[in-house]
Nanobody, 116 residues
Framework: QVQLVESGGGLVQPGGSLRLSCTMSGSISGIRAMAWYRQAPGKERELVADITSGTSIDYADSVKGRFTISRDDPKNTVYLQMNALKPEDTAVYYC??????????WGKGTLVTVSS
């Protein structure tokens, strides 16, 4: 049973920083990509950043230059460093694991609130 557990969310003031972590456990093989998505109230879930098994990285235009995705393979952990946070970054952030066979796994999410 593959499990993804996010941590690091919380309340931060505009301009502040947070680092999210997603630790994966279980029998994991054939990873195609790891990613962070977010879903704001009343909006659809959107891709924030992803990193492939070949370390290719993509970001949503709205977070380029502010967010950084990285991975620590020995720890089965993916991170999202978020700097210069804005109120519009407020959302539940979800970790996603994509396997080459087409299966996706999701974490339960961690809430990030950017407010003064």
């Amino acid at each position: 049973q593959v499990q993804l557990v996010e941590s690091g969310g919380g309340l931060v003031q505009p301009g502040g920083s947070l680092r999210l972590s997603c630790t994966m456990s279980g029998s994991i093989s054939g990873i195609r990509a790891m990613a962070w998505y977010r879903q704001a109230p009343g909006k659809e879930r959107e891709l924030v950043a992803d990193i492939t098994s070949g370390t290719s990285i993509d970001y949503a235009d709205s977070v380029k230059g502010r967010f950084t995705i990285s991975r620590d393979d020995p720890k089965n952990t993916v991170y999202l460093q978020m700097n210069a946070l804005k109120p519009e970054d407020t959302a539940v952030y979800y970790c996603n694991l994509a396997i080459w066979n087409g299966i996706f796994y999701w974490g339960k999410g961690t809430l990030v609130t950017v407010s003064s």
